[in-house]
């Protein structure tokens, strides 16, 4: 492949990520704006634990926000930390988030405190973050293990201020399990290096 297919191939794939990141927090101010005119129909499709009619809402829980300010809280690192995974390739992005998302979802499910409505994109912001913080050491590869320290270095402190159970108002549950399955998603579709053939 030529220097210049390398660059094409390097700016399309910079822009693909741009824009499925874009569009998807784009999306969910879109549904807090349908929430607040619907009277906040779609709070409904968070998840109240260990109810089965709930099992429907795993998913969608991901997308729905309580207020504004809620979905602000997530648009900017999953804007920054969406991009970078993306980067990695859109099938394996969505095969991490759609991990992530189930993962943190039917956990949420099975430990939520009893009587709670779950619901929100930090699960997912949780998963990303620990996915990029151990795939670079996961495949050995230098760029991945700044990215994750960087990553790391940035918004460390407010994740374990989000794991505290002392948080009233705020999942630490479902922070956890998104962080945990995020670290399994960076195991789970890590990138197979071919060994170099030795040469004699």
Do not use: Y
């Not at 349908?34 to 829980?61: C, K, Y």
Request: hydrophobic share 55%.
């Amino acid at each position: 492949m030529s220097d210049t297919e390398l660059e094409w191939s390097g700016r399309h794939r910079v822009q693909a990520a741009a824009k499925l990141i874009v569009g998807w927090v784009a999306l969910l101010w879109l549904l807090e704006v349908v929430d607040v005119i619907s009277g906040h129909a779609l709070d409904g499709r968070g998840i109240t634990p260990r109810t089965s009619s709930e099992l429907v809402d795993v998913v969608p829980a991901a997308f729905i926000h309580f207020g504004f300010a809620h979905v602000a809280a997530n648009s900017v690192p999953l804007l920054v930390m969406g991009f970078l995974a993306a980067l990695g390739g859109l099938r394996r992005f969505a095969a991490v988030c759609a991990l992530i998302i189930v993962a943190d979802g039917l956990g949420v499910w099975l430990i939520a405190p009893a009587h709670s409505n779950t619901a929100g994109a930090s699960g997912v912001v949780f998963g990303l973050f620990g996915f990029l913080l151990v795939s670079g050491f996961v495949e050995r590869r230098p760029l991945g293990v700044v990215v994750g320290l960087l990553v790391g270095a940035v918004w460390g402190g407010s994740i374990l201020a989000g794991l505290a159970p002392t948080q009233t108002g705020v999942s630490w549950q479902g922070h956890l399990i998104g962080l945990l399955a995020g670290v399994a998603a960076a195991f789970w579709f890590r990138r197979r290096t071919t060994a170099p053939t030795p040469i004699r």
